[in-house]
């Protein structure tokens, strides 16, 4: 079975400071990874998706995340936060053959000015 | 080009009743998939919808069904609502397949009073 650790809840950062925001899984196959954006009273939005054709991966609004399998981690990084990027940020897995995605629990990004 | 669609987008119902959800999926997708979103929780997979059969289903009781039709929207009932069944339900599309991005809608905020 597949699973997803976000730790903490909620991450807090100045405007123009790197964002990192940890994500490890578990997996008895190689998995899919995503990470998807939450914005207040909205859906969500993919940001990226590792698929096995390269480790580093980049997606959209400056974000990209690496993969490695030695560490089972999948975390989203940016170099320079924007008051724009304030939302709640969800890691997920799918593998397996499973069709579902499994979801973090998620974490909050606070970008002050 | 239309992304995914949901209705209503806030309900309000009582303990006992019974609501239907409903989802149109993104142009060409024939893959649709609902989630649980409890408050500050992750989304919890419901189960999916391909070809007008349940291909998957996570771990919900039976109060919670579904239904895909010829044009690939779709349905989710629940019955003999309870408290705990108020969150926010996502419903998302994708192609078949492992990789494939799952695209979600903005969602329909269910309050059981």
């Known amino acids: 079975a597949q699973s997803v650790t976000q730790l903490g809840s909620h991450v807090s950062v100045s405007e123009g400071a790197l964002v990192l925001l940890r994500c490890n899984y578990s997996s008895s196959v190689p998995p899919y990874l995503f990470w998807y954006v939450q914005y207040p009273n909205q859906g969500l939005q993919l940001l990226l998706k590792y698929t096995s054709a390269a480790t580093l991966v980049k997606g959209i609004n400056g974000f990209e995340a690496e993969f490695k399998k030695s560490e089972t981690s999948f975390h989203l990084t940016k170099p320079s936060a924007h008051m724009s990027d304030a939302a709640e940020y969800f890691c997920a897995v799918r593998g397996g053959g499973s069709e579902k995605l499994v979801f973090g629990k998620g974490m909050k990004l606070t970008v002050n000015p | 080009d239309a992304g995914v669609t949901q209705s209503p987008t806030h309900l309000i119902k009582t303990r006992g009743q019974q609501v239907t959800l409903r989802c149109s999926p993104k142009s060409g997708h024939d893959t649709v998939s609902w989630y649980q979103q409890a408050l500050g929780q992750g989304p919890q997979f419901i189960f999916q919808?391909?070809?007008?059969?349940?291909?998957q289903r996570g771990n919900f009781p039976d109060r919670f069904s579904g239904h895909q039709f010829p044009n690939y929207s779709s349905e989710l009932n629940v019955n003999a609502l309870l408290l705990g069944d108020s969150a926010l339900y996502l419903c998302?599309?994708?192609?078949?397949?492992?990789?494939?991005?799952?695209?979600f809608g903005p969602g329909t905020r269910l309050l059981v009073l």
């Open positions: 998302a599309s994708s192609l078949p397949g492992g990789g494939e991005t799952q695209y």
């Open positions: 919808y391909y070809e007008e059969e349940e291909r």
